[in-house]
């Protein structure tokens, strides 16, 4: 099995960039389980909430985040990998002001049925 | 290409330290998925969300053991820089995995 082609490009970055974006991708990751879990928890554990079809859009929504967000970690990984090995800066991304709406809106949504439940 | 290895630096920072617990965190996260996995498939009667909690948890040992071999890769006189091949790729897998599992267990057993 060969390494990917960009492994070849470039020079070796200080190995305090290579680890720390080895940590970012996996706390990426643990936001994700994290999402997942409060999703699948909700639908699970809140039977009470009304009306059931938002609760269920809602752990749905979650999930699917969950689920943009592990392809997302791994190719921002690569893509910061290939931007500091080339001395480049690192890429813009939207997912972290994304990842911010997707909290307050979630909020939002169970403040709403908790007070209409 | 051989992985990237360089000799020892005291580092203050406690970067290498910080990337190994960081494995074992995530390894945390996906062993709270699998079992909520494993209790969605008892509880509404769904062989194969057994199944995915199953896998999740042998994800969550695997991070455990690619955390104990970091631990090792950068501690010593020579760090070993380069993340284990697939490590990354095969956490993000899992993770895809869970929450493929996750949305479907919302509607498994017909109970939306």
Known sequence: ?117 | MAAHSIPATGDPGLQPERTALSWSRTALALAVNALLSLRAGFVVGEPWLVVVGAVLFAASGAAVAVGTVRRRQLAGDRLVITPPRWALEGVAAATLLASLGGIASIYAGGGA
Not at chain 1, 47 to 62: A, C, F, H, I, N
């Open chain 1, 1 to 117: 099995m060969r390494d990917p082609k960009w492994r070849d490009e470039g020079d070796e970055p200080d190995y305090r960039f290579t680890l720390a974006n080895e940590r970012t991708f996996l706390a990426w990751i643990r936001t994700a389980l994290a999402l997942l879990a409060g999703g699948v928890l909700l639908h699970q554990f809140a039977t009470e909430l009304d009306p059931r079809l938002v609760v269920t859009v809602l752990s749905t929504g979650l999930g699917v985040v969950a689920a943009v967000l592990s392809v997302m970690a791994y190719t921002r990984w690569r893509a910061n990998e290939i931007a500091i090995r080339s001395g480049r800066p690192l890429p813009f991304s939207w997912v972290l002001p994304g990842l911010a709406a997707v909290c307050l809106l979630t909020s939002a949504v169970l403040v709403v049925l908790l007070l209409v439940t």
